[in-house]
C-alpha cells in the first residue's frame, strides 16, 4: 500500500482543479471526436457492405434478344421450300437458387417463318431447372465468398478493437506524460529556487572571505543549469499540453490534467494461460483458420465429380396467326442426370494439400503467440509489483528527507545550524521528490499497458 498520509505532507502532490480533465474523461472524450475512431468505424460498415453485395448473387439476371435469318435457293434438292425468312423474338430469366445451388431458367420465344409467302408462327414457354447433387450440392461452392466475407467482417471488428486499443493506450500513455511533466514544471521551479538561496547565500560568504571564489563559480554554473532546467520543462508542458489538447478539440490553456499518479490501481486477478486463448490478439488467428477450413471445404467439393439432376417442363403452340399460336399447344418434360469427372492431374487436390499447410501454418503461429503474449502479460505484471514497491520505498526515502528539512530547521532556528544544511537538506528532498515522481509516472503507464492487454482499456 502506498502511503496517503506521507503524500500529504509533500508539496509537489497533484493538486485538485475543478476546471481540470481526469484519466476517464480524457479517454471518452478522445473515442468520441478523434478522427482514427471515426476511421474505424466506417472501416467497419465498408466491410458490412462488401459482405451485402457478395450475398446479391440470387437476384434475377433478365435477358432478351431478336434476330432474323433468310434460307433461300433452288439447289438443295432435300429443301422443300424456295425462301425462307425467320423472325424470331426471345426474352429469359434466370436465377440462382439460394442455399440449394440449383438454378432455374425462364424463357420464352415467338418465332415467324416465312416459307414462299405462307407464314407459320412459333410460341414456346420451357422452365428448366438444374440442381447439383455432388459437386457445389447446396450451393457450398456458390457461397465460397459469402461465408469468406461473413468471417472477414468479424474478424475485422476484432482487428478493430485491437487497434483502437493500442491507440488509446498510447494516448492515454500521453495523458501521464503530461500530468507528470506538470509536477516536474514544480519541481524545477523549486529547484531554481533553492538555487538561487543557495547563490545568494555563497555570494555573502564569498564577501565575507569564508569561501574562495571557485565555490561561487560553481553556485553560479548550479543556479544557471536549474534555469536551463526550468526553462526546458515549461517548454516541454506546453508542447505536450498542445498535442493532447488538439487530440480532444481543446485550447492549450484548457488542456489542465488532473490525475494522482501515486493513486494505487486495482488489477484484475485472471488466469493468465486461459485469458490468451480467447483473447482478441489470439481471434486473429482462430478466424484465419476459420477461412481456410471454409476453402478448404470447398476445394475438397471440387474434386467431386460433377453430377446435376436437369428437370425440364415445356409448351410449344404453331397456328398460321400469330395470336392462334397461343393455343392449340403441345406440351412436354424431361428429367436427367448428367456427369463428368476430370481425369488426371487435378489443381483442386493441389489446392486441398495447400490449403492444410496453411492450416497447420496458422496453428503454429498461433501456439506461439501465446506463449508471447503470456509472457508479455507476466512480464507487466512483475513490473506492476516491483515498481508499486519501488514507489513505496521512494515515498519513504522522501518521508526521511522531510524530516531531515524540519530537523536542519529547528537546528538553524535555534542557532545550532547553519543556513546551508537547511539548504542542502531541502535540495536533497527536492531531488526525492522528482525520483519518485519518475517511478509513479512509469508505474501508471505500465499499468495502461497491462490493462490493453487483457483487452480491458477499450470495450
Avoid: C
Wanted: no cysteine.
Amino acid at each position: 500500500m502506498f502511503y496517503r498520509t506521507v503524500l500529504s505532507a509533500f508539496t509537489f502532490l497533484i493538486s485538485t482543479n475543478v476546471s481540470a480533465i481526469t484519466l476517464i474523461e480524457f479517454s471518452e472524450r478522445l473515442i468520441e471526436t478523434h478522427p482514427y475512431f471515426v476511421q474505424l468505424s466506417l472501416s467497419e460498415k465498408s466491410s458490412l457492405l462488401n459482405q451485402k453485395s457478395l450475398a446479391a448473387y440470387t437476384d434475377w439476371n433478365i435477358k432478351a434478344g431478336v434476330s432474323e435469318t433468310f434460307t433461300g435457293g433452288e439447289d438443295v434438292g432435300s429443301r422443300l421450300y424456295k425462301d425462307l425468312y425467320s423472325t424470331k423474338y426471345e426474352i429469359g430469366a434466370t436465377r440462382k437458387v439460394d442455399n440449394s445451388g440449383a438454378s432455374v431458367n425462364l424463357k420464352h420465344s415467338l418465332t415467324r417463318n416465312d416459307k414462299d409467302s405462307n407464314a407459320t408462327h412459333s410460341n414456346l414457354f420451357s422452365v428448366d431447372y438444374t440442381r447439383p447433387l455432388l459437386q457445389n450440392k447446396d450451393g457450398l461452392n456458390d457461397k465460397l465468398n459469402l461465408d469468406l466475407a461473413s468471417i472477414e467482417l468479424m474478424a475485422k471488428k476484432v482487428s478493430l478493437e485491437e487497434q483502437a486499443e493500442s491507440f488509446l493506450a498510447s494516448k492515454l500513455s500521453k495523458f501521464v506524460d503530461l500530468a507528470l511533466k506538470q509536477e516536474i514544471v514544480k519541481n524545477h521551479k523549486v529547484a531554481l529556487d533553492l538555487a538561487k538561496e543557495q547563490l545568494d547565500l555563497t555570494e555573502d560568504k564569498f564577501k565575507n572571505s569564508l569561501v574562495d571564489i571557485t565555490v561561487l563559480i560553481q553556485e553560479k554554473d548550479n543556479f544557471v543549469k536549474a534555469k536551463q532546467q526550468s526553462l526546458q520543462s515549461n517548454k516541454e508542458l506546453i508542447i505536450e499540453r498542445r498535442e493532447l489538447a488538439n487530440l480532444i478539440g481543446l485550447k492549450e490553456s484548457e488542456m489542465i490534467v488532473d490525475m494522482n499518479l501515486f493513486e494505487e490501481q486495482d488489477l484484475v486477478i485472471l488466469d493468465v494461460g486461459e485469458f490468451v486463448k480467447n483473447s482478441r490478439a489470439m481471434q486473429k488467428y482462430d478466424f484465419d483458420k476459420a477461412k481456410l477450413q471454409r476453402e478448404l471445404e470447398t476445394n475438397e467439393n471440387k474434386t467431386m465429380p460433377n453430377v446435376n439432376l436437369n428437370l425440364g417442363l415445356s409448351s410449344l403452340g404453331e397456328n398460321d396467326k400469330y395470336f392462334g399460336s397461343f393455343g392449340n399447344r403441345d406440351y412436354s418434360w424431361n428429367i436427367g442426370v448428367d456427369i463428368s469427372y476430370p481425369l488426371g492431374s487435378r489443381k483442386e487436390l493441389i489446392a486441398v494439400e495447400n490449403t492444410e499447410i496453411k492450416m497447420s501454418d496458422v496453428d503454429a503461429k498461433r501456439a506461439e503467440a501465446e506463449l508471447n503474449s503470456v509472457q508479455q502479460i507476466n512480464y507487466l505484471l512483475a513490473q506492476v509489483d516491483l515498481l508499486s514497491e519501488l514507489v513505496e520505498l521512494y515515498l519513504e526515502q522522501g518521508a526521511l528527507a522531510e524530516e531531515k528539512v524540519i530537523e536542519e530547521q529547528i537546528k538553524f532556528s535555534e542557532a545550532r545550524g547553519q543556513k546551508s544544511l537547511v539548504l542542502a537538506a531541502k535540495i536533497n528532498a527536492n531531488q526525492a521528490n522528482m525520483t519518485y515522481l519518475q517511478a509513479a509516472g512509469t508505474y501508471q503507464k505500465i499499468i495502461i499497458d497491462y490493462k490493453a492487454a487483457i483487452d480491458q482499456l477499450y470495450n
